[in-house]
């Protein structure tokens, strides 16, 4: 019996600490969170949705999609190399070696490099496209969410005023200056 009290008081000795230290870290995370944090300006949110939107990153990878694209518009095709080998004896086989180099003629080759780097200045104007939409996005969310801080401090501070207003009544009410009727009217 005196063993079990014994481990029972060295465990209660030992996890004391760390129930205490259990509970003071959620205070000190929120409290460090509380003094770290820093007002976002919508410079900082343009910045950041520049670097991170996933539709910027598409159109620069499609950019550089096109950029490889006109690098194979301007090599040349290449040649075919064949070996045709008919009949399985010895004195009747044949063997034929065939080389096929094309050629393009009519400014084929030049025509598919001015296509080519047609398709990149598109992919760079969609680039610039997407990354004006992304900006305008961004600065319309940004003061949105100032607008709706700013509604929110204002209803706070209204019904502040209205409780007070609430409690002004109640007390000209109890002073019989004021009829019941007023601190009514001041609830609604």
Known sequence: MKRAILSLAIAGAVCTPI????????????????????????????????????EIRAALNE??????????????????LELLREGFDEPGRTSTVQ???????????????????????????????????VRGETIAAFYEVVAAIERSRLAGEIASIAVKATDVAAKRVLAGKVSPVEETRAKV
């Open 19 to 54: 129930l205490a230290q259990a509970q003071l870290r959620p205070a000190i995370t929120a409290e460090s969170q509380q003094n770290t944090t820093t007002a976002l300006t919508v410079d900082a949110a343009v910045e950041r949705a520049m670097r991170v939107h996933p």
């Open 63 to 80: 950019m550089a999609a096109q950029a490889g694209a006109v690098k194979q518009a301007g090599a040349f095709p290449n040649p075919e």
């Open 99 to 133: 080389l096929n180099i094309p050629l393009e003629l009519g400014g084929k080759r030049s025509a598919r490099i001015r296509a080519a780097e047609r398709e990149q200045h598109v992919a760079s104007q969609d680039v610039s496209a997407v990354r004006a939409r």
